[in-house]
Protein backbone atom coordinates (compact mmCIF):
# COMPACT_ATOMS: atom_id res chain seq x y z
CA UNK A 1 0.00 0.00 0.00
CA UNK A 2 1.54 3.74 -1.15
CA UNK A 3 -0.67 5.47 1.57
CA UNK A 4 1.71 7.71 3.72
CA UNK A 5 0.95 6.71 7.42
CA UNK A 6 0.55 10.85 7.71
CA UNK A 7 -2.58 10.58 5.06
CA UNK A 8 -3.50 7.53 7.00
CA UNK A 9 -3.76 9.18 10.44
CA UNK A 10 -5.42 12.55 8.33
CA UNK A 11 -7.65 11.31 5.71
CA UNK A 12 -8.96 8.28 7.49
CA UNK A 13 -8.82 9.21 11.18
CA UNK A 14 -8.50 12.99 10.94
CA UNK A 15 -5.52 14.00 13.22
CA UNK A 16 -2.89 16.12 11.88
CA UNK A 17 -0.27 14.95 14.12
CA UNK A 18 0.80 11.65 16.22
CA UNK A 19 0.99 11.51 19.41
CA UNK A 20 4.45 10.31 21.35
CA UNK A 21 5.30 6.79 20.36
CA UNK A 22 2.74 5.96 18.02
CA UNK A 23 4.81 6.99 14.60
CA UNK A 24 7.87 4.57 15.79
CA UNK A 25 5.35 1.59 16.67
CA UNK A 26 3.66 2.07 14.13
CA UNK A 27 6.97 1.53 11.31
CA UNK A 28 7.83 -0.78 13.48
CA UNK A 29 5.28 -2.92 12.99
CA UNK A 30 4.95 -1.90 9.25
CA UNK A 31 8.49 -3.16 8.82
CA UNK A 32 8.11 -6.14 10.27
CA UNK A 33 8.79 -5.60 13.89
CA UNK A 34 7.08 -7.09 17.20
CA UNK A 35 5.79 -4.35 19.37
CA UNK A 36 4.79 -4.14 23.49
CA UNK A 37 3.29 -0.91 24.16
CA UNK A 38 2.39 0.40 27.34
CA UNK A 39 0.24 3.84 27.36
CA UNK A 40 -2.37 5.53 29.49
CA UNK A 41 -6.31 4.76 28.73
CA UNK A 42 -6.74 7.61 26.17
CA UNK A 43 -3.27 8.09 24.97
CA UNK A 44 -3.71 6.02 21.68
CA UNK A 45 -2.75 2.68 21.79
CA UNK A 46 -5.32 1.68 18.79
CA UNK A 47 -4.01 3.52 16.51
CA UNK A 48 -1.05 1.71 16.66
CA UNK A 49 -1.97 -1.44 15.25
CA UNK A 50 -5.15 0.14 13.17
CA UNK A 51 -2.72 2.08 10.64
CA UNK A 52 -0.08 -0.79 10.52
CA UNK A 53 -3.30 -2.63 9.88
CA UNK A 54 -4.49 -0.69 6.74
CA UNK A 55 -0.64 -0.46 5.55
CA UNK A 56 0.21 -4.19 5.66
CA UNK A 57 -1.01 -7.19 2.80
CA UNK A 58 -3.86 -9.52 4.94
CA UNK A 59 -6.27 -9.34 7.49
CA UNK A 60 -5.20 -8.34 11.31
CA UNK A 61 -6.38 -10.09 14.08
CA UNK A 62 -6.96 -8.26 17.42
CA UNK A 63 -7.79 -10.50 20.56
CA UNK A 64 -10.21 -8.50 23.03
CA UNK A 65 -11.49 -9.90 26.22
CA UNK A 66 -15.04 -8.17 25.90
CA UNK A 67 -17.85 -8.26 23.36
CA UNK A 68 -18.51 -4.72 24.62
CA UNK A 69 -14.81 -3.50 23.42
CA UNK A 70 -14.88 -5.10 20.55
CA UNK A 71 -18.22 -3.32 19.44
CA UNK A 72 -17.40 0.22 20.91
CA UNK A 73 -14.20 -0.13 18.62
CA UNK A 74 -15.42 -1.84 15.67
CA UNK A 75 -18.75 1.18 15.56
CA UNK A 76 -16.24 3.74 15.53
CA UNK A 77 -14.07 2.25 12.63
CA UNK A 78 -16.67 1.57 10.36
CA UNK A 79 -17.38 5.37 11.00
CA UNK A 80 -14.21 6.46 9.65
CA UNK A 81 -14.53 4.18 6.63
CA UNK A 82 -12.54 1.05 7.81
CA UNK A 83 -13.47 -2.70 6.58
CA UNK A 84 -13.76 -4.09 10.02
CA UNK A 85 -15.93 -6.36 12.04
CA UNK A 86 -16.12 -8.52 14.83
CA UNK A 87 -16.48 -12.68 15.57
CA UNK A 88 -18.22 -13.31 19.24
CA UNK A 89 -20.69 -15.05 20.73
CA UNK A 90 -22.92 -11.95 19.83
CA UNK A 91 -23.85 -12.44 16.65
CA UNK A 92 -26.78 -14.99 15.06
CA UNK A 93 -25.54 -17.77 13.19
CA UNK A 94 -26.45 -16.05 9.75
CA UNK A 95 -24.24 -12.84 11.20
CA UNK A 96 -21.32 -15.08 11.88
CA UNK A 97 -21.26 -16.73 8.18
CA UNK A 98 -21.53 -13.33 6.72
CA UNK A 99 -18.60 -12.13 8.29
CA UNK A 100 -16.75 -15.59 7.67
CA UNK A 101 -17.20 -14.57 3.83
CA UNK A 102 -15.91 -11.12 4.23
CA UNK A 103 -12.78 -12.62 6.08
CA UNK A 104 -12.18 -15.45 3.09
CA UNK A 105 -13.54 -12.52 0.27
CA UNK A 106 -10.55 -10.01 1.33
CA UNK A 107 -13.24 -7.43 2.47
CA UNK A 108 -11.21 -7.13 5.88
CA UNK A 109 -8.78 -4.69 7.69
CA UNK A 110 -9.41 -5.79 11.00
CA UNK A 111 -11.31 -8.97 12.38
CA UNK A 112 -11.43 -8.43 16.28
CA UNK A 113 -11.83 -12.04 18.31
CA UNK A 114 -12.02 -13.30 21.98
CA UNK A 115 -9.30 -15.20 22.63
CA UNK A 116 -11.36 -18.45 22.84
CA UNK A 117 -12.65 -18.51 19.55
CA UNK A 118 -9.21 -17.75 18.51
CA UNK A 119 -8.20 -20.60 19.58
CA UNK A 120 -10.51 -22.96 18.93
CA UNK A 121 -8.73 -25.79 16.09
CA UNK A 122 -10.53 -24.72 13.55
CA UNK A 123 -10.35 -20.96 13.75
CA UNK A 124 -6.40 -21.30 14.20
CA UNK A 125 -7.13 -23.86 10.04
CA UNK A 126 -9.51 -21.01 8.95
CA UNK A 127 -6.90 -18.70 9.53
CA UNK A 128 -3.40 -20.18 8.25
CA UNK A 129 -5.13 -20.28 4.68
CA UNK A 130 -5.17 -16.63 4.84
CA UNK A 131 -2.63 -13.73 4.48
CA UNK A 132 -2.17 -12.07 7.82
CA UNK A 133 -1.38 -8.31 8.50
CA UNK A 134 -0.95 -8.74 12.23
CA UNK A 135 -2.11 -9.87 15.80
CA UNK A 136 -2.76 -7.07 17.85
CA UNK A 137 -3.80 -8.41 21.79
CA UNK A 138 -5.18 -5.82 23.74
CA UNK A 139 -5.52 -5.99 27.27
CA UNK A 140 -2.10 -7.40 27.64
CA UNK A 141 -1.97 -7.55 31.65
CA UNK A 142 -4.76 -10.47 31.27
CA UNK A 143 -2.17 -12.72 30.27
CA UNK A 144 -0.12 -12.07 33.60
CA UNK A 145 -0.81 -14.07 36.86
CA UNK A 146 0.75 -10.66 38.31
CA UNK A 147 -1.77 -8.89 35.70
CA UNK A 148 -5.00 -7.15 38.30
CA UNK A 149 -7.05 -8.97 35.81
CA UNK A 150 -5.36 -12.58 34.97
CA UNK A 151 -7.77 -14.52 32.75
CA UNK A 152 -6.73 -17.83 32.14
CA UNK A 153 -7.74 -18.28 28.40
CA UNK A 154 -5.12 -15.81 27.60
CA UNK A 155 -2.06 -17.83 28.47
CA UNK A 156 -2.82 -19.75 25.61
CA UNK A 157 -2.02 -16.94 23.42
CA UNK A 158 1.80 -17.78 23.54
CA UNK A 159 1.11 -20.36 20.79
CA UNK A 160 0.35 -18.05 18.29
CA UNK A 161 4.13 -17.53 18.36
CA UNK A 162 4.49 -21.14 17.39
CA UNK A 163 1.70 -21.46 15.17
CA UNK A 164 2.43 -18.11 13.26
CA UNK A 165 5.83 -17.35 13.42
CA UNK A 166 5.90 -14.91 10.19
CA UNK A 167 3.07 -13.07 11.60
CA UNK A 168 4.05 -9.76 14.03
CA UNK A 169 3.02 -9.38 17.29
CA UNK A 170 1.42 -6.61 19.30
CA UNK A 171 0.58 -6.32 23.03
CA UNK A 172 -0.77 -3.35 24.01
CA UNK A 173 -2.06 -2.62 27.67
CA UNK A 174 -2.90 0.22 29.48
CA UNK A 175 -1.86 -1.17 33.56
CA UNK A 176 1.45 -2.88 34.16
CA UNK A 177 4.04 -2.49 36.84
CA UNK A 178 7.57 -3.93 35.88
CA UNK A 179 6.46 -7.65 37.20
CA UNK A 180 3.63 -8.02 34.89
CA UNK A 181 5.16 -5.85 31.52
CA UNK A 182 8.16 -8.77 32.44
CA UNK A 183 5.94 -11.98 32.28
CA UNK A 184 3.76 -10.63 29.31
CA UNK A 185 6.86 -10.36 27.13
CA UNK A 186 7.99 -13.91 28.39
CA UNK A 187 4.46 -15.80 27.73
CA UNK A 188 4.00 -13.85 24.29
CA UNK A 189 7.84 -14.56 23.41
CA UNK A 190 8.01 -11.03 22.83
CA UNK A 191 11.54 -10.80 23.94
CA UNK A 192 12.70 -9.15 20.79
CA UNK A 193 10.12 -6.70 20.47
CA UNK A 194 10.36 -2.98 20.14
CA UNK A 195 8.91 -2.12 24.11
CA UNK A 196 7.37 1.61 24.51
CA UNK A 197 6.84 2.67 28.04
CA UNK A 198 4.52 5.71 27.22
CA UNK A 199 4.08 6.89 30.99
CA UNK A 200 0.95 6.56 32.85
CA UNK A 201 -0.05 10.51 33.84
CA UNK A 202 -3.30 11.28 33.37
CA UNK A 203 -2.92 15.12 34.17
CA UNK A 204 -6.75 15.96 33.49
CA UNK A 205 -7.91 13.54 36.06
CA UNK A 206 -8.36 14.78 39.39
CA UNK A 207 -7.68 12.53 42.06
CA UNK A 208 -9.31 12.68 45.42
CA UNK A 209 -9.42 10.62 48.86
CA UNK A 210 -12.53 11.01 51.06
CA UNK A 211 -12.99 9.36 54.56
CA UNK A 212 -16.14 6.80 53.94
CA UNK A 213 -18.43 8.58 56.44
CA UNK A 214 -22.67 8.49 55.16
CA UNK A 215 -21.33 7.48 51.64
CA UNK A 216 -24.51 8.06 49.92
CA UNK A 217 -25.00 11.29 51.07
CA UNK A 218 -21.13 11.84 50.15
CA UNK A 219 -22.35 10.59 46.35
CA UNK A 220 -25.61 12.95 46.86
CA UNK A 221 -23.05 16.19 47.13
CA UNK A 222 -20.35 14.96 44.80
CA UNK A 223 -23.01 15.00 41.61
CA UNK A 224 -24.91 17.86 43.11
CA UNK A 225 -22.88 20.12 40.56
CA UNK A 226 -22.71 17.44 37.59
CA UNK A 227 -26.13 16.75 36.70
CA UNK A 228 -25.35 16.91 33.19
CA UNK A 229 -22.04 14.96 33.44
CA UNK A 230 -21.74 11.43 32.80
CA UNK A 231 -19.95 9.08 35.23
CA UNK A 232 -19.48 5.63 36.82
CA UNK A 233 -20.04 4.93 40.13
CA UNK A 234 -17.78 1.46 41.26
CA UNK A 235 -19.37 -0.77 44.39
CA UNK A 236 -17.84 -4.19 45.53
CA UNK A 237 -20.86 -6.23 45.62
CA UNK A 238 -23.98 -6.61 43.17
CA UNK A 239 -26.25 -6.04 46.19
CA UNK A 240 -24.84 -2.62 47.19
CA UNK A 241 -24.58 -1.53 43.29
CA UNK A 242 -28.22 -1.72 43.13
CA UNK A 243 -28.83 -0.25 46.04
CA UNK A 244 -26.88 2.78 45.41
CA UNK A 245 -28.79 2.37 41.68
CA UNK A 246 -31.90 2.77 42.94
CA UNK A 247 -31.29 5.11 46.07
CA UNK A 248 -29.40 7.55 42.73
CA UNK A 249 -32.37 7.54 40.92
CA UNK A 250 -35.20 8.11 43.76
CA UNK A 251 -32.89 11.66 43.94
CA UNK A 252 -33.43 12.45 40.05
CA UNK A 253 -30.63 10.88 38.49
CA UNK A 254 -30.62 8.81 35.52
CA UNK A 255 -28.29 6.06 36.96
CA UNK A 256 -29.23 2.08 36.43
CA UNK A 257 -26.89 -0.62 37.68
CA UNK A 258 -24.68 -2.71 35.94
CA UNK A 259 -23.18 -6.06 37.23
CA UNK A 260 -22.68 -9.92 36.17
CA UNK A 261 -25.15 -11.53 37.88
CA UNK A 262 -28.02 -9.41 35.46
CA UNK A 263 -29.42 -10.88 32.49
CA UNK A 264 -27.21 -10.21 29.12
CA UNK A 265 -29.95 -8.28 27.52
CA UNK A 266 -30.28 -6.36 30.35
CA UNK A 267 -26.66 -5.32 30.92
CA UNK A 268 -26.60 -4.57 26.84
CA UNK A 269 -29.93 -2.06 27.33
CA UNK A 270 -27.66 -0.32 30.19
CA UNK A 271 -24.73 0.11 28.18
CA UNK A 272 -26.18 1.23 24.96
CA UNK A 273 -28.13 3.65 26.81
CA UNK A 274 -24.75 4.89 28.57
CA UNK A 275 -23.09 5.00 25.13
CA UNK A 276 -26.19 6.93 23.77
CA UNK A 277 -25.97 9.54 26.89
CA UNK A 278 -29.44 8.38 27.43
CA UNK A 279 -28.11 7.47 31.17
CA UNK A 280 -26.20 9.89 33.16
CA UNK A 281 -24.50 7.30 35.82
CA UNK A 282 -23.84 3.61 35.73
CA UNK A 283 -23.37 2.20 39.05
CA UNK A 284 -21.64 -1.00 38.21
CA UNK A 285 -19.45 -4.11 40.02
CA UNK A 286 -16.06 -3.74 38.04
CA UNK A 287 -17.44 -6.18 35.35
CA UNK A 288 -18.49 -2.96 33.43
CA UNK A 289 -16.33 -0.93 32.24
CA UNK A 290 -12.84 -2.32 30.85
CA UNK A 291 -11.88 -1.14 26.89
CA UNK A 292 -15.30 1.02 26.77
CA UNK A 293 -14.75 3.85 24.56
CA UNK A 294 -17.16 6.23 25.42
CA UNK A 295 -14.91 9.37 25.46
CA UNK A 296 -16.96 11.68 27.37
CA UNK A 297 -17.13 10.39 31.23
CA UNK A 298 -16.50 13.07 33.47
CA UNK A 299 -16.11 11.70 36.71
CA UNK A 300 -15.38 7.93 38.32
CA UNK A 301 -16.11 7.31 41.63
CA UNK A 302 -15.04 4.35 43.64
CA UNK A 303 -17.79 3.58 46.56
CA UNK A 304 -15.76 1.37 47.65
CA UNK A 305 -12.00 0.49 47.84
CA UNK A 306 -10.49 -1.48 44.93
CA UNK A 307 -8.74 -4.28 45.47
CA UNK A 308 -4.90 -2.96 43.54
CA UNK A 309 -3.62 0.33 42.07
CA UNK A 310 -3.82 -1.18 38.74
CA UNK A 311 -7.46 -1.70 38.93
CA UNK A 312 -8.08 1.64 40.62
CA UNK A 313 -6.15 2.97 37.64
CA UNK A 314 -7.77 1.24 35.04
CA UNK A 315 -11.31 2.08 36.22
CA UNK A 316 -10.38 5.99 37.09
CA UNK A 317 -8.98 5.88 33.45
CA UNK A 318 -12.36 5.50 32.15
CA UNK A 319 -12.87 9.25 32.81
CA UNK A 320 -11.63 12.37 30.38
CA UNK A 321 -10.44 9.77 27.40
CA UNK A 322 -11.02 12.94 25.42
CA UNK A 323 -8.65 14.93 27.29
CA UNK A 324 -10.95 17.58 28.75
CA UNK A 325 -11.40 17.47 32.73
CA UNK A 326 -12.50 14.53 34.68
CA UNK A 327 -12.41 13.85 38.40
CA UNK A 328 -11.65 10.56 40.16
CA UNK A 329 -13.40 10.12 43.61
CA UNK A 330 -12.61 7.68 46.49
CA UNK A 331 -14.84 6.78 49.58
CA UNK A 332 -11.97 5.03 51.50
CA UNK A 333 -12.95 3.44 54.55
CA UNK A 334 -11.53 0.71 56.96
CA UNK A 335 -13.80 -1.28 56.51
CA UNK A 336 -13.69 -2.49 53.33
CA UNK A 337 -10.24 -3.65 53.41
CA UNK A 338 -11.17 -6.42 55.74
CA UNK A 339 -14.07 -7.50 53.41
CA UNK A 340 -11.34 -7.20 50.20
CA UNK A 341 -8.94 -9.16 52.69
CA UNK A 342 -11.27 -11.62 53.05
CA UNK A 343 -12.42 -12.26 49.59
CA UNK A 344 -8.44 -12.89 48.42
CA UNK A 345 -8.51 -15.24 51.64
CA UNK A 346 -10.43 -17.40 50.28
CA UNK A 347 -8.72 -18.29 47.03
CA UNK A 348 -7.38 -21.90 46.78
CA UNK A 349 -4.10 -20.38 46.05
CA UNK A 350 -1.61 -19.48 48.02
CA UNK A 351 0.85 -18.22 46.17
CA UNK A 352 -1.96 -16.13 44.11
CA UNK A 353 -2.96 -14.81 47.67
CA UNK A 354 0.38 -13.80 48.63
CA UNK A 355 0.24 -11.21 45.32
CA UNK A 356 -3.07 -10.14 45.91
CA UNK A 357 -2.48 -9.19 49.67
CA UNK A 358 0.62 -7.14 48.74
CA UNK A 359 -1.62 -5.06 45.78
CA UNK A 360 -4.06 -4.63 48.24
CA UNK A 361 -1.48 -3.40 51.00
CA UNK A 362 -0.04 -1.06 48.62
CA UNK A 363 -4.01 0.56 47.41
CA UNK A 364 -4.39 1.35 51.18
CA UNK A 365 -1.02 3.10 51.57
CA UNK A 366 -1.92 4.83 48.19
CA UNK A 367 -5.39 6.04 49.76
CA UNK A 368 -3.85 6.71 53.06
CA UNK A 369 -1.08 8.81 51.89
CA UNK A 370 -0.51 12.60 52.94
CA UNK A 371 2.28 13.26 50.12
CA UNK A 372 1.00 13.92 46.21
CA UNK A 373 -1.38 11.33 44.89
CA UNK A 374 -0.46 11.66 41.39
CA UNK A 375 3.35 10.82 43.02
CA UNK A 376 2.43 7.62 44.54
CA UNK A 377 0.03 6.55 41.67
CA UNK A 378 2.96 7.11 39.32
CA UNK A 379 5.73 6.12 41.74
CA UNK A 380 4.01 2.37 42.23
CA UNK A 381 4.05 1.91 38.51
CA UNK A 382 8.12 3.09 38.56
CA UNK A 383 7.53 6.23 37.36
CA UNK A 384 9.12 9.40 39.15
CA UNK A 385 7.41 12.79 38.96
CA UNK A 386 9.51 15.35 39.83
CA UNK A 387 7.51 17.83 41.06
CA UNK A 388 3.65 17.90 42.94
CA UNK A 389 0.96 17.42 40.34
CA UNK A 390 -1.21 20.47 41.66
CA UNK A 391 -4.28 18.46 40.51
CA UNK A 392 -5.55 16.22 42.79
CA UNK A 393 -6.89 16.79 46.82
CA UNK A 394 -3.65 16.65 48.57
CA UNK A 395 -2.00 19.44 46.23
CA UNK A 396 -5.03 21.73 46.42
CA UNK A 397 -6.05 21.39 49.69
CA UNK A 398 -2.83 19.81 52.02
CA UNK A 399 -4.46 17.79 55.18
CA UNK A 400 -4.58 19.60 58.32
CA UNK A 401 -2.57 17.90 60.93
CA UNK A 402 -2.98 18.08 65.20
CA UNK A 403 -1.25 16.79 68.08
CA UNK A 404 -3.17 13.10 68.29
CA UNK A 405 -0.72 12.07 71.40
CA UNK A 406 -3.40 12.63 74.31
CA UNK A 407 -6.37 11.25 72.29
CA UNK A 408 -4.06 8.74 71.02
CA UNK A 409 -2.73 7.10 74.50
CA UNK A 410 -6.61 6.95 75.68
CA UNK A 411 -7.35 5.04 73.17
CA UNK A 412 -4.76 2.41 72.90
CA UNK A 413 -5.60 2.47 76.93
CA UNK A 414 -9.16 1.67 76.45
CA UNK A 415 -7.97 -1.26 73.60
CA UNK A 416 -5.86 -3.00 76.62
CA UNK A 417 -8.37 -2.04 79.82
CA UNK A 418 -10.94 -3.91 77.17
CA UNK A 419 -8.72 -7.43 77.33
CA UNK A 420 -7.72 -6.82 73.54
CA UNK A 421 -10.81 -8.71 72.85
CA UNK A 422 -12.97 -6.50 70.92
CA UNK A 423 -13.42 -4.11 68.05
CA UNK A 424 -13.56 -0.52 66.62
CA UNK A 425 -17.23 -0.19 67.61
CA UNK A 426 -16.86 -1.82 71.26
CA UNK A 427 -13.92 0.32 72.23
CA UNK A 428 -15.61 4.10 70.54
CA UNK A 429 -18.51 2.76 72.85
CA UNK A 430 -16.47 2.74 76.21
CA UNK A 431 -14.78 5.94 75.41
CA UNK A 432 -17.70 7.96 74.85
CA UNK A 433 -19.86 6.58 77.83
CA UNK A 434 -22.24 4.54 75.86
CA UNK A 435 -24.79 2.94 77.84
CA UNK A 436 -25.53 -0.18 75.82
CA UNK A 437 -26.78 -3.44 77.36
CA UNK A 438 -23.93 -5.71 76.22
CA UNK A 439 -21.00 -3.29 77.71
CA UNK A 440 -23.09 -2.85 80.92
CA UNK A 441 -23.69 -6.50 81.15
CA UNK A 442 -19.94 -6.58 80.73
CA UNK A 443 -19.39 -3.85 83.47
CA UNK A 444 -17.27 -2.13 80.55
CA UNK A 445 -18.72 0.76 82.58
CA UNK A 446 -16.58 0.39 85.27
CA UNK A 447 -13.65 0.90 83.73
CA UNK A 448 -11.04 3.54 83.92
CA UNK A 449 -11.43 4.50 80.60
CA UNK A 450 -14.96 4.51 80.38
CA UNK A 451 -16.19 7.90 79.65
CA UNK A 452 -13.05 9.63 78.70
CA UNK A 453 -13.79 10.24 75.32
CA UNK A 454 -16.96 11.72 75.50
CA UNK A 455 -15.72 15.30 74.24
CA UNK A 456 -15.28 13.53 70.61
CA UNK A 457 -17.44 12.10 68.03
CA UNK A 458 -17.71 8.57 67.01
CA UNK A 459 -16.41 9.47 63.29
CA UNK A 460 -13.84 11.48 65.08
CA UNK A 461 -11.90 8.07 67.25
CA UNK A 462 -13.16 5.32 64.29
CA UNK A 463 -10.99 7.79 61.88
CA UNK A 464 -7.88 7.95 65.00
CA UNK A 465 -8.22 4.40 65.48
CA UNK A 466 -8.20 3.06 61.93
CA UNK A 467 -4.79 5.56 61.52
CA UNK A 468 -3.46 3.85 64.63
CA UNK A 469 -4.23 0.45 62.79
CA UNK A 470 -2.48 1.49 59.62
CA UNK A 471 0.70 3.79 61.41
CA UNK A 472 0.99 -0.05 63.38
CA UNK A 473 -0.26 0.78 67.01
CA UNK A 474 -2.94 -1.20 66.75
CA UNK A 475 -3.35 -4.99 64.66
CA UNK A 476 -6.59 -6.11 63.49
CA UNK A 477 -7.12 -9.56 63.83
CA UNK A 478 -9.48 -10.12 60.73
CA UNK A 479 -10.16 -13.85 61.34
CA UNK A 480 -11.61 -13.22 64.77
CA UNK A 481 -14.19 -10.67 64.03
CA UNK A 482 -11.60 -7.68 63.58
CA UNK A 483 -10.49 -7.59 67.22
CA UNK A 484 -7.77 -5.03 68.14
CA UNK A 485 -4.69 -5.80 69.64
CA UNK A 486 -1.74 -3.35 70.77
CA UNK A 487 1.26 -3.82 68.95
CA UNK A 488 4.98 -3.72 70.03
CA UNK A 489 5.12 0.22 68.85
CA UNK A 490 2.29 0.94 70.99
CA UNK A 491 4.53 0.82 73.99
CA UNK A 492 6.74 4.06 73.83
CA UNK A 493 3.46 6.24 73.11
CA UNK A 494 1.31 4.86 75.89
CA UNK A 495 4.79 5.36 78.53
CA UNK A 496 4.97 8.60 77.06
CA UNK A 497 8.05 8.26 75.43
CA UNK A 498 6.61 9.40 72.08
CA UNK A 499 4.42 11.78 70.50
CA UNK A 500 2.01 11.49 67.27
CA UNK A 501 1.18 13.99 64.62
CA UNK A 502 -2.24 13.11 62.68
CA UNK A 503 -4.27 14.17 59.70
CA UNK A 504 -8.14 15.25 60.49
CA UNK A 505 -10.34 13.22 58.37
CA UNK A 506 -11.59 14.78 55.18
CA UNK A 507 -15.15 14.08 54.62
CA UNK A 508 -15.80 17.03 52.00
CA UNK A 509 -14.51 17.24 48.26
CA UNK A 510 -11.81 19.88 47.34
CA UNK A 511 -13.32 23.68 47.69
CA UNK A 512 -11.16 24.24 44.16
CA UNK A 513 -12.21 26.28 41.63
CA UNK A 514 -13.38 23.77 38.63
CA UNK A 515 -11.02 23.95 35.83
CA UNK A 516 -13.19 24.56 32.17
CA UNK A 517 -13.02 22.28 29.73
CA UNK A 518 -11.55 25.74 28.28
CA UNK A 519 -8.13 25.36 29.98
CA UNK A 520 -7.87 22.16 28.95
CA UNK A 521 -8.40 22.52 24.90
CA UNK A 522 -6.61 25.30 25.47
CA UNK A 523 -9.19 27.37 23.16
CA UNK A 524 -11.51 30.16 23.98
CA UNK A 525 -15.09 28.50 22.90
CA UNK A 526 -18.11 29.11 22.61
CA UNK A 527 -20.15 27.12 25.11
CA UNK A 528 -23.73 28.18 24.28
CA UNK A 529 -22.52 26.75 20.53
CA UNK A 530 -20.74 23.40 22.40
CA UNK A 531 -24.38 22.32 23.61
CA UNK A 532 -26.12 23.09 20.34
CA UNK A 533 -23.43 20.76 18.89
CA UNK A 534 -23.80 18.40 21.28
CA UNK A 535 -27.42 18.54 20.33
CA UNK A 536 -27.25 18.07 16.97
CA UNK A 537 -24.46 14.91 17.59
CA UNK A 538 -26.91 13.08 19.70
CA UNK A 539 -29.87 13.55 16.81
CA UNK A 540 -27.52 12.46 14.40
CA UNK A 541 -26.35 9.62 16.47
CA UNK A 542 -29.71 8.00 17.29
CA UNK A 543 -30.53 8.06 13.98
CA UNK A 544 -27.65 6.32 12.54
CA UNK A 545 -27.60 4.23 15.81
CA UNK A 546 -23.88 4.66 17.24
CA UNK A 547 -22.83 6.10 20.56
CA UNK A 548 -22.80 10.03 20.08
CA UNK A 549 -18.85 10.02 20.50
CA UNK A 550 -18.66 7.50 17.57
CA UNK A 551 -20.03 10.42 15.47
CA UNK A 552 -17.07 13.25 17.06
CA UNK A 553 -15.87 13.32 20.71
CA UNK A 554 -16.07 16.26 22.98
CA UNK A 555 -12.91 17.48 21.81
CA UNK A 556 -14.03 17.99 18.42
CA UNK A 557 -16.96 19.47 19.18
CA UNK A 558 -15.25 22.30 21.59
CA UNK A 559 -12.68 22.85 18.68
CA UNK A 560 -15.53 23.46 16.41
CA UNK A 561 -17.29 26.18 18.33
CA UNK A 562 -13.25 27.61 18.52
CA UNK A 563 -12.73 27.79 15.24
CA UNK A 564 -16.03 28.17 13.98
CA UNK A 565 -15.56 25.67 10.08
CA UNK A 566 -18.03 27.21 7.84
CA UNK A 567 -17.06 24.94 4.92
CA UNK A 568 -15.18 21.61 4.17
CA UNK A 569 -12.09 22.83 3.81
CA UNK A 570 -11.83 23.81 7.10
CA UNK A 571 -13.99 21.74 9.06
CA UNK A 572 -11.10 19.20 7.82
CA UNK A 573 -8.47 21.07 9.89
CA UNK A 574 -10.67 20.18 13.19
CA UNK A 575 -8.94 17.31 14.84
CA UNK A 576 -10.89 14.18 14.66
CA UNK A 577 -12.75 14.85 11.40
CA UNK A 578 -11.46 12.53 8.72
CA UNK A 579 -12.74 12.43 4.80
CA UNK A 580 -14.87 10.12 5.51
CA UNK A 581 -16.68 11.82 8.31
CA UNK A 582 -17.18 15.17 6.86
CA UNK A 583 -18.94 13.35 3.65
CA UNK A 584 -20.86 11.58 6.62
CA UNK A 585 -21.35 14.31 8.73
CA UNK A 586 -19.74 17.46 8.31
CA UNK A 587 -23.13 19.21 6.17
CA UNK A 588 -25.08 18.79 9.51
CA UNK A 589 -22.10 20.41 11.61
CA UNK A 590 -21.31 23.41 9.41
CA UNK A 591 -25.36 23.88 8.99
CA UNK A 592 -25.54 24.14 12.97
CA UNK A 593 -22.67 26.58 13.10
CA UNK A 594 -24.19 28.36 9.68
CA UNK A 595 -27.30 29.03 11.49
CA UNK A 596 -26.31 30.30 15.23
CA UNK A 597 -23.62 32.63 13.32
CA UNK A 598 -26.58 34.15 11.69
CA UNK A 599 -29.46 34.64 14.90
Request: net charge neutral; proline share 4%.
Amino acid sequence: MTTDIHQTLQSTFGYSTFRPHQKEVINGLINGEDAFVLMPTGGGKSLCFQIPALHRPGVAIVVSPLISLMKDQVDALCANGVRAACFNSSLTAEESRQVLARLHGDELDLLYVAPERLLSESFLDRLKQLPLALFAIDEAHCISQWGHDFRPEYVQLGQLRDQFPQVQIIALTATAEKQTRQDILQRLDLQQARCVVAGFDRPNIRYTVMDKQKPFLQLQAFLDNRRDEAGIVYCLSRKRVEEVAQKLAQDGVKAAAYHAGMGAEERKRVQDAFLRDDLQVVVATVAFGMGIDKSNVRFVVHYDLPKNIESYYQETGRAGRDGLPAEALLLFGYGDIAISRGLIEKGGNPEQNRIEIHKLNSMVGFAESTSCRRRVLLGYFGERLEGDCGNCDICLNPPDTYDATEEARKALSCVYRVGQRFGIGHVIDVLRGAKTQRLLDLQHDQLSTYGIGRGQSQDQWSHLLRQLVHLGYLEQDIANFSVLRLTESARPLLRGEAELTLSRPRLKPVAAGKRTRKQIVGLDYDEELFGLLRGRRKRIADRAGVPPFVVFGDASLAEMAAILPTDAKTMLEINGVGEHKLEKYGAEFIEEIQAYLCR
